[in-house]
């Protein structure tokens, strides 16, 4: 993700030397990628991808960190100037008046149905709140980082996002029936109307917020409702800040196409502890720049606090993984600057020793913060860290020497002859298509299979790629039913692997070739038989078959030996229906096993006949193309046939005939073609 912060934001938590064109260099070196730094007026605007593992980098805090900690490694200064996660705690805020005697349900009712939906959630209501336009520095701020300005109360909430990292929300009290919030799942096919004005239909299973009565005033984590929104007339405000189920977050936005900022943070699992400055700070600004007065507690619902943990390395460690030596100093150094706690004072947390090869070995032991607690959790990962901040770009290049596996041979042969053959099908004008391996069960029975004999994933994301595919064939369908009307001819190839499913091991794995055109049996046949030409495979044999997806009256298989080389054919009308194609498609699948053993880079040598050809043209009727030039070539003088026309049930081919010693007249080619009918009889 993305997020942009502005220079002048960020020397409110960061003194340093560095200009902004050093910190956008130096911090993409070792950090969060700047991708660019545009000055408008006196500030500049820097634009920051944070990786997704990195979400307490998404804030200006968080880059601040980040930046104290990677710029002294090129030699400027850098020194954070306060730690909002330690200056902001709730006993602070908890001098601030509340009416005596106020029980706290009585103003504000929270139940939550599953402590699995939601980390930790804490409200708090405001009252005497003045709506006005934000003071000038937040609403330019905001502008320069792409948020628009709305109101000092709104904006308020997308400043706090923007500098903590922490999504907040804010409902209008008065707006909310019988002072409840009950957090719950939602139920298929309930409805939202969400901030922007759209009625959002719930899938099911997301995380939502009801008023007591029934009513979803919030859509957790993504937006809020419109019947709970801030307008001019709001006087009394419930603050409220919480971290959710990033799977849920996640699910619900996808599933809706609900794509908000919200969202983006909180799929990623934010870090509890950052809810209680979050809400103190928003508490501040929301005193000083809306005039709120606090009208109740702190509800803070926390079911399993953080738990700080603890991990250990030592400099041999460091050394060995990254290749060079460094002082423990600059290490210390390093890992403090990224806010991991060095102990050394407290007796749990004194340095340990352990043996390496026979000699006794410091170790450094660091407290994870909890904002790094996803994704620090060996110690690999705080050596990681060290060689990140250091800079790879410091490291050795020492770059191990390659070695060579030699493959074997049919290996080789197989990818070889994969190029060959698309570049090939390109040349003759057909696209290559790339499905994924997985299908889902509709296209199984689709194709009249068995969804049973498929291997079923455990994890799959989607039903779409749900079984492992048996067949080429149904992707290739679809491929041709998502492109029909969009061009007149359509001629797809791919070349995969199918699987075919075999009871307690692992699944027969194979390279097939599937083409499907939907101009006629005659351009695929040609096509077929151009590339067979192509990788001089010659000496096969056509027979009738009986292939699922074919029509019964239209279909052959080639064999060589007992090995079957392509099944050819036109898609049968049932599989069309089943597949909403209009026009009629053909098929065909190569065996890739076939087609390696029997390929030949170079082609038989053939002399040149010296001799006249005499070509003859006869038709039959009720006689197959196989079955003739089967006997037909028991004549020695027949160099070749062709086919020149097909008429329902009659074929006409073209004979030639000529001698390898001598010319011969017409009257013996004749002779001959008298023969071969003779044979047919």
Wanted: hydrophobic share 40%; net charge positive.
């Amino acid at each position: 993700m993305n997020i942009k912060i502005t220079h002048n934001w960020l020397l409110e938590y960061l003194e340093t030397d560095a200009t902004p064109q050093e910190i956008q260099k130096y911090l993409s070196l070792s950090g969060p990628s700047v991708e660019s730094v545009t000055k408008v007026g006196n500030d500049y605007v820097y634009d920051i991808e944070v990786t997704s593992n990195r979400i307490d980098m998404a804030s200006v805090f968080g880059i601040a960190q980040e930046t104290q900690a990677i710029l002294p490694q090129f030699g400027k200064k850098a020194k954070l100037l306060f730690n909002p996660l330690n200056s902001y705690r709730f006993p602070v805020i908890l001098a601030s008046p509340v009416k005596s005697g106020t029980r706290p349900e009585s103003l504000l009712k929270i139940k939550i149905s599953d402590k699995k939906l939601c980390s930790r959630f804490t409200a708090i209501i405001l009252d005497n709140i003045k709506i006005s336009p934000s003071p000038e520095f937040i609403s330019k701020r905001l502008q320069l980082c792409g948020i628009k300005s709305i109101n000092n109360v709104v904006d308020i909430s997308n400043y706090l996002m923007l500098s903590l990292g922490q999504p907040v929300h804010v409902f209008d009290y008065d707006k909310i029936g019988k002072a409840t919030m009950i957090l719950r799942e939602s139920k298929k096919g309930e409805k939202i109307t969400t901030l922007d004005k759209k009625e959002i239909i719930l899938p099911g299973g997301d995380i939502v917020i009801e008023d007591g009565g029934g009513k979803i005033i919030d859509l957790c984590g993504i937006m809020g409702g419109l019947n709970s929104a801030v307008n001019e007339k709001t006087k009394k405000i419930i603050l409220f800040v919480q971290t959710y189920n990033p799977q849920k977050i996640r699910r619900t936005s996808m599933l809706s196409g609900q794509r908000t900022v919200a969202a983006t943070y909180f799929e990623k699992g934010l870090d509890e502890e950052r809810v209680e400055p979050t809400t103190i700070y928003g508490v501040e600004l929301l005193e000083k720049y809306a005039g709120a007065k606090m009208a109740s507690q702190i509800y803070d619902i926390y079911p399993n606090p953080y738990k700080p943990k603890k991990l250990s390395l030592s400099l041999n460690d460091v050394q060995r993984i990254i290749g060079i030596v460094l002082p423990k100093e600059q290490v210390i150094k390093i890992l403090s600057g990224l806010g991991f706690k060095y102990h050394l004072d407290h007796e749990p947390a004194r340095l340990a020793t352990r043996s390496v090869a026979g000699r006794r070995t410091k170790m450094l032991l660091f407290g994870v913060p909890s904002y790094r607690n996803r994704d620090v959790n060996i110690k690999e990962d705080l050596i990681e860290e060290v060689a990140r901040i250091y800079g790879y770009h410091n490291l050795p290049n020492k770059i191990q020497p390659t070695i060579y596996v030699k493959q074997p041979k049919y290996m080789d042969l197989l990818f070889e002859l994969q190029s060959k053959i698309k570049y090939f099908l390109r040349h003759l004008g057909l696209h290559e298509v790339m499905n994924y391996s997985m299908i889902s069960e509709k296209m199984i029975k689709n194709s009249d299979l068995k969804v049973e004999d498929h291997l079923k994933l455990k994890n799959t994301i989607s039903d779409d790629i749900k079984y492992m595919r048996s067949h080429m064939l149904p992707s290739l369908f679809r491929n041709i039913k998502n492109n029909e009307g969009k061009e007149d001819q359509l001629k797809f190839f791919e070349i995969a692997k199918t699987y075919k499913k075999i009871l307690g091991d692992l699944p027969n794995e194979s390279y097939k070739l599937g083409i499907v055109v939907n101009t006629n049996f005659a351009d695929l046949k040609g096509i077929s038989d151009a590339l067979l030409r192509e990788l001089n495979i010659t000496d096969f044999v056509i027979k009738k078959t009986d292939y699922p997806f074919m029509a019964k009256n239209l279909q052959a298989e080639f064999f060589i030996g007992n090995e079957w080389l392509v099944k050819i054919g036109q898609m049968s009308k049932q599989h069309q229906a089943n597949y909403e194609i209009k026009k009629n498609v053909f098929v065909a699948v190569f065996n890739f096993k076939t087609m390696v053993k029997y390929y030949k880079p170079i082609a038989q040598y053939i002399p040149i006949n010296h001799f006249a050809v005499i070509k003859l043209d006869q038709t039959f009727e009720n006689r197959t193309y196989e079955d003739i030039k089967n006997k037909a070539f028991k004549s020695k003088l027949l160099q070749k046939i062709e086919v020149v026309s097909t008429f329902k049930n009659k074929l006409t081919l073209r004979f030639y005939f000529s001698a390898n010693s001598r010319n011969i007249t017409e009257e013996k080619a004749k002779k001959e073609l008298t023969n071969i009918q003779s044979v047919l009889l």
